[in-house]
């Protein structure tokens, strides 16, 4: 379908990092099931790193994709390196998104950043809630 | 394999539509309006085509004007019976919440003018019945629409009583026939249908062309002005070629009725029962009263677009009422209106087939459907929650 670019089918027909961690040390959960997308990321940190990364998306193609294009983009990275990961640098990583799914990357980051501060609150970390916005107060879902 | 299963969104034209069409390309191409010997052999294509459509609908060559389709049918038959009646003073229409959105949206622009608008709910089912349209009506509703099938969910609506209901009341009665015509019988005098709005690409006819019916006795609104062509109504030289394989492929298709209908009714029922044994599905709109080739499922914990990208893959055309396929935030109206909420139906899924479709497609269908469902389910957060008991399913 010349809906999506070949990247984004790429990522949706493979998508890369599927699954759940047992005991993992964040875990994200962005989106609702009523607007048709939810995301969830999975970390594995050691050392301030991610070691390891996995997700779930329920979701259009480009949700899927996005969030498989995001695990790749973070996984073996430092965590200040994942907090900088963009919705534009994802969707510029598939090759665009047509416009009315950008809300697609922005759940990407949404849930990488949300699998984040959840480890820093188990963790005890102090962080500057600057950081990470509710994604309740997102406008890309209005129910 | 590659199979079409999205009929209800647009047919393959039939060979005999096709070779209808070719002569007025390039042999008989006159403006119909013209006097020469060119534009009359046109003008005479043109008065068959009208005779032989108004004889399957059972209504006189006078009552039919062609449109470009039937988004322009239904919206011409609505602003037709506004207008009328307005001048009456009756500013109250009857109408359907699962509506297609010519209807609904010409609707809504009227709304605006000052026009109050009653749409129905509609039953488990996906039916609206005659007492519910009776009990709608008030004295000053100038006109009732109810579609004649649903384009979604397939379920065929009472028409005959309703169109009984409405000509008691003494208020006009149009109903959006798109995806009936040409699968079902219509007769617009014994169904009491004072207008039908039909579009010829449904049928296995051309795309850009449709048929507004409109009862003698109706002055229609015109929508476009200019020329006398349709007796003033509806200006613009005749796209000939288009009428002439429209009404080809109606023949064509009403000859068939019958025998269509048998065979689909069978691999509409064997694709139902296959695709309801994936659990947690459920079937949208009445088992029986729906239209022989229309099957809409919803599956629980996945999502209809990415479901309809796998199934293209797997060389499945299909459709879904998910907010992703709509372009819009919200799933479906029409499975909203059937009371399915959005998270179901987000996991909706429409095969329409036609008579071409074979017993041994409906097999790969249904192995499709279920490989596809069952991976995205397995990468699906949801459907983990309502597998590890987190969350209850909706679906049962």
Same mark, same amino acid.
């Given at each position: 379908m010349a809906l999506y670019s070949e990247k984004v089918m790429d990522h949706f027909r +493979? &998508?890369? $990092?599927v699954g759940v961690i047992e005991n993992a040390d964040g875990v994200g959960e962005v989106g609702n099931a009523k607007c048709g997308d939810i995301m969830k990321i999975y970390l594995k940190i050691e050392n301030d790193v991610i070691v390891d990364v996995k997700f779930e998306t329920f979701g259009c193609g480009s949700a899927i994709a996005s969030s498989s294009m995001a695990t790749e983009m973070i996984k073996g990275k430092p965590i200040s390196e994942a907090l900088g990961l963009t919705n534009k640098a994802v969707t510029e990583a598939l090759d665009g998104l047509p416009a009315q799914k950008i809300h697609c990357s922005v759940l990407a980051e949404e849930a990488v950043k949300s699998a984040v501060k959840d480890y820093y609150d188990k963790n005890g970390i102090i962080y500057d809630c600057k950081l990470f916005h509710d994604c309740a107060t997102c406008e890309h879902c209005h129910h | 394999m590659k199979i079409y299963a999205d009929n209800a969104a647009t047919t393959k034209m039939s060979r005999t539509a096709i070779e209808a069409m070719l002569p007025y390309m390039s042999? =008989?191409?006159? +403006? &119909?309006?013209?006097?020469?010997s060119e534009g009359q052999a046109a003008a005479e294509a043109l008065s068959d085509a009208r005779e032989r459509i108004a004889k399957r609908l059972g209504c006189t060559a006078r009552e039919i004007i062609f449109t470009s389709g039937g988004s322009e049918a239904d919206n011409q038959a609505i602003i037709t019976a506004a207008k009328m009646g307005e001048k009456k003073g009756k500013k109250h229409i009857v109408s359907t919440a699962f509506e297609h959105h010519a209807v609904l949206h010409a609707l809504e622009a009227l709304e605006k003018q000052g026009f109050e608008v009653t749409l129905l709910d509609i039953h488990d089912n996906g039916i609206v019945t005659a007492d519910d349209v009776k009990n709608a =009506?008030?004295? !000053?509703?100038?006109l009732v629409t109810v579609m004649y099938? $649903? $384009?979604?969910?397939g379920t065929v609506q009472p028409i005959g009583e309703i169109g009984a209901v409405c000509r008691e009341a003494g208020v006009l009665f149009h109903t959006d026939a798109v995806q009936a015509a040409g699968h079902l019988e219509i007769d617009v005098i014994k169904e009491n249908i004072d207008m039908l709005s039909l579009s010829a690409h449904k049928f296995h006819g051309p795309k850009g062309i449709g048929v507004l019916y409109a009862k003698k006795g109706i002055i229609l609104q015109n929508l476009i002005y200019g020329g006398a062509q349709e007796r003033g109504k509806r200006a613009g030289t005749e796209n000939i070629p288009a009428i002439m394989g429209m009404a080809a492929a109606f023949d064509e298709a009403c000859d068939k009725i019958e025998a269509n209908s048998a065979k689909l009714c069978k691999l509409r029922d064997r694709l139902i029962e296959g695709l309801l044994s994936i659990p947690h599905s459920i079937l949208n709109g009445d088992a029986e009263k729906r239209l022989p080739g229309n099957v809409n499922v919803c599956f629980e914990g996945i999502e209809g677009e990415s479901l309809l990208l796998l199934l293209d893959d797997k060389g499945v055309a299909a459709s879904s009422g998910s907010a992703c396929t709509s372009g819009s935030? !919200? &799933?479906?109206h029409v499975l909203l209106a059937l009371g399915r909420p959005h998270e179901v139906a987000h996991g909706s899924l429409r095969l329409s087939l036609c008579e071409e479709n074979t017993a041994e497609e409906v097999e790969y269908i249904i192995e499709a459907v279920r490989d596809v469902v069952s991976l995205l389910r397995g990468m699906s957060p949801v459907w983990r929650d309502l597998e590890s008991g987190k969350k209850e399913f909706i679906l049962k």
């Open positions: +493979n &998508p890369r $990092n | 042999e =008989i191409y006159g +403006n &119909p309006s013209s006097l020469h =009506i008030r004295p !000053d509703t100038c099938a $649903n $384009n979604e969910i935030l !919200d &799933p479906s």
